[in-house]
Nanobody
Framework: QVHLVESGGGLVQAGGSLRLSCAAS????????MGWFRQAPGKEREFVVA????????YYADSVKGRFAISRDNAKNTLYLQMNSLKSEDTAVYYC??????????????????WGQGTQVTVSS
């Protein structure tokens, strides 16, 4: 059974930083493309960033480019999201997700087979 468990969310002031983690089990983590999505109240789930299975390719939404950094440690089956210069509009529940292949639709939630339960990030202005 596949489990993705996010951690590291919390309350932070605007301009601050947080580091999210996603611990994976039950899948061959090193073969999966991984992504972070977020969902704010009343809004659709939004793509944040994706990383290829070896970590060579990273693809960011324009809204977070230059502020967020995704990384993965395949030896530890863990995905990370370093978030800097946080803004109030970054407030959302953040989800990690896994898909078996990269694909051109990596920005869509469709195609991601596994999801974590989410971790809340709240940025106060």
């Amino acid at each position: 059974q596949v489990h993705l468990v996010e951690s590291g969310g919390g309350l932070v002031q605007a301009g601050g930083s947080l580091r999210l983690s996603c611990a994976a089990s039950g899948l061959t983590f090193s073969t999966y493309t991984m992504g972070w999505f977020r969902q704010a109240p009343g809004k659709e789930r939004e793509f944040v960033v994706a990383i290829s299975y070896r970590g060579v390719g990273t693809y960011y939404a324009d809204s977070v480019k230059g502020r967020f950094a995704i990384s993965r440690d395949n030896a530890k089956n863990t995905l990370y999201l370093q978030m800097n210069s946080l803004k109030s509009e970054d407030t959302a529940v953040y989800y990690c997700a896994a898909r078996p292949t990269f694909g051109l639709n990596y920005q869509s939630p469709i195609g991601y087979d596994y999801w974590g339960q989410g971790t809340q990030v709240t940025v106060s202005s």
